[in-house]
């Protein structure tokens, strides 16, 4: 995971770049959000803060919108996220041992990533494949009829 090195102007230069690119849009905001989201691949709270500044716009608002869209993350991640389904047919199929699985598997808890930056826990709601629950999804692909045998080797895929 990148370190961000709050001290060096770029970061802040690179922003305004941003900003100047949707500068003529009617609501900028979300743009200039997403695109710093890419570029960090979350949303640093001295980033956020200085596209309020900039924007002139108050803080509250650019947090609002910034925690209103799942596809915007305020904390840092994982270069990959897992996310297990919780709903009824993944729980009755065993999805509470797919998340300790991979809690093993992984050393962390949901909500949490690991040390190195590969990976990203959490847990979902329906995935919408609930015929071959239990399920997860790291990234955009889906696994299905999970056992922590076939955990185990998806991970593998991943490393
Ligand atoms: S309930 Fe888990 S995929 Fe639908």
Same mark, same amino acid.
């Given at each position: 995971m990148e370190t961000i +090195? *709050? =001290?060096? =102007?770029h970061i802040f230069q690179e922003v305004d770049s941003i900003i100047e690119k949707y *500068? =003529? =849009? +009617? /609501?900028?905001l979300l743009c200039v959000l997403q695109e710093i989201s890419l570029r960090w691949h979350y949303l640093p709270r001295p980033l956020m803060q200085h596209v309020a500044e900039k924007l002139d716009v108050p803080s509250s608002k650019v947090y609002g919108v910034a925690t209103f869209y /799942?596809?915007?993350?305020t904390e840092p991640i994982g270069q990959h996220v897992v996310r297990v389904c919780e709903s009824a047919p993944c729980h009755v199929r065993g999805a509470m041992d797919v998340l300790s699985t991979l809690k093993r598997e992984l050393g962390i808890k949901e909500g949490e990533t690991t040390r190195d930056g590969k990976f990203t826990l959490e847990v979902t709601s329906c995935l919408g494949v609930c015929g071959v629950a239990p399920a997860m999804m790291i990234d955009q692909v889906t696994y299905g009829n999970l056992t922590p045998e076939r955990i185990r080797e998806v991970l593998t895929l991943y490393n």
């Open positions: +090195k *709050w =001290e060096d =102007e *500068w =003529e =849009e +009617k /609501s900028p /799942s596809f915007l993350e």
